[in-house]
């Protein structure tokens, strides 16, 4: 039975040869100067427009992701009430499709839509009169950005949240009323301090999925946003400058930030199957 | 009564949200200045470089379907039945794409592979396996879902106590049971072939045409078109999505016939 550990030998040699060695490849590469280990890349890292957009994509992913966890926790909590199992599956396709239309295509709907010509915002031009590109609403800026990851986070942060509130029980919260509590007091209670482990996690997978996003930005915003996945992809393809040790300094500084971000998601899903178990002995006894 | 009607509320807003920028899309890609127009769709299908990249993407994303099959069925299936130990080592590898994205995993393989023992970078070749490592995850999952609602062990031995050997047991019992668990993940794994930008921008320098890479040119040089070509992209997805769903359907249904029917086994044997 021994020899059918060699079934594993194919994978973690795919492993090595296209994930491992080539993440090697980076750090080793963002390390190497002229005269062998250098810290120039990281150095330039630091400068100003580098710093910007540390900045930039940092805070754009933290607001996207936020609002989307918030708003996708509130939608999953009206789902599980409404408790019309037609409408939850209508959900789950409508979510699914949403999370596999993302990128390319959906950055182009959104151009279609609420571009300096689109469909939207013609027509609230012409029939509302309100002109959102006056209003200082630009598809290729922070703003325009800032909507079209909510249409793609949201529908992630829903399909993440849906299966730890649908976990909540019911005779909970009718306890609570029983008791006099109102559903604030229910939220602030028992829903939020029950659901805090997975909320934290949803945030940290959204808050990398953001922070890496590169197909929606480039369509939408291209080079007129600053963007640390952006600046990555034209370190390869810019006919301007092709720095590769910088872009691999950089590479190696979003990795960092999505190693955290991600490690909340892995952390807070042990923690809650932690809870499950416990959950489950206390009943059993 | 009434949190009920909030929560309708709610989930309204959530649909037009979703739906909003598809409408938008599609009046889009049917409006020539107010009138209803097909002839974004007509360029499109009679574009031969449209019909050529359709042609690389439903190619690469089968070969990564295939490849993804071959290489991560045989070990998480012996794995789960024999060490779960490994597995649980090859479940954490397979996450390490959440931290490698498109972009930095494009400019690493522009670096390693651009040299004589593996110069493939500027080719298709490494597509699949660029592929194959991003639906890893997901394909795990779903054939490890399946494995574990199965008692896939249980069959096997059975199997084999009643006289069969392992090869066979492997191919009458096995293959048939997991069948639904390699469905769902082959179907994730060749949307994610559809549909992926980065690596192929990155890795060929737009030299190879996928519906995406042609999307992204094509909507520059000609937004009609460009667009009607993402309402293609959507319908692609919705097909996948309800492929999905229903195999998921179904397979819910097959779990309990698989219960009550043991005999099944023993025909097989």
Redesign the interface.
Known sequence: ?RL??L??L???A??LI??????F??LS?SLTGTHGLSFTFYRQTFSQQYYNAFWTTTWLSLTSSVLAAI?GF??A???V??SMTV?Q?I????????A??A????A???????GTS???TLFLQQYLHVDIVAMGFNLAAFSGLFVAY??FL??LA?ILMLPAVSSLHQEWEEAMYTLGAS?FLYLRKVAVPVLLPSMIGTLGLLF?NAF?T??TSY?LAGSSINLV?IL??Y???GNVSMN?GL??AL?ME??IV??VS?SFY?FAQRKSLLHAREGRSANAT | MR??W???I??FF??L??V??????M???I?NEGLFTLSSYQTLFTDPSFLSSLMNSLGISLVSVVLTIL??T??IW??YL??PR?LRV?EA?????????????????????SNPPFALAGTPTLLP??F??FGMPYYMQSVLNRLRHSEAKLYHDVARSLGSSNLRSLLRVQVPLLAPGILIGSILVF?IGM?E??IT??TT?GSFMTL?IY??VD?QNN?LA??A??VI??LI??V???L??GTFRRRKKRREAIHVNHSSVEQAV
């Open positions: 039975m059918g550990r079934l594993f194919p994978i973690f795919f492993l296209f994930a491992i060695i080539p993440a490849g980076v590469s708003w509130v939608i909590f009206a789902l009430r409404t409408l599956r959900i789950t396709a409508l979510s699914s499709t949403m596999n239309f990128g390319l295509p959906l182009v709907a959104f151009m279609a839509t609420l689109g469909i939207l909510l249409s949201t529908p829903v559903f990398a890496s590169y197909v369509e996945p990555i992809g370190m390869v393809n590769l872009g691999d590479s979003e990795m999505l190693g991600i892995f | 949190r009920k909030i929560s309708k709610v989930i959530f649909i949200q979703m909003i920028p598809v409408i938008g899309l009046i889009f890609s409006d290489l991560v045989p070990p012996y794995g024999y060490s490994i090859l590898m397979s996450f390490i794409t959440f931290v490698l994205p498109g972009v930095v995993l494009g400019l690493a393989y522009v670096q390693f592979f396996f660029a194959t490592l949307s549909g930008f980065t921008q990155l320098g995406p999307l992204q909507f937004p460009g667009a070509m993402a992209a959507l997805a919705i996948l999505v309800s999905t769903l």
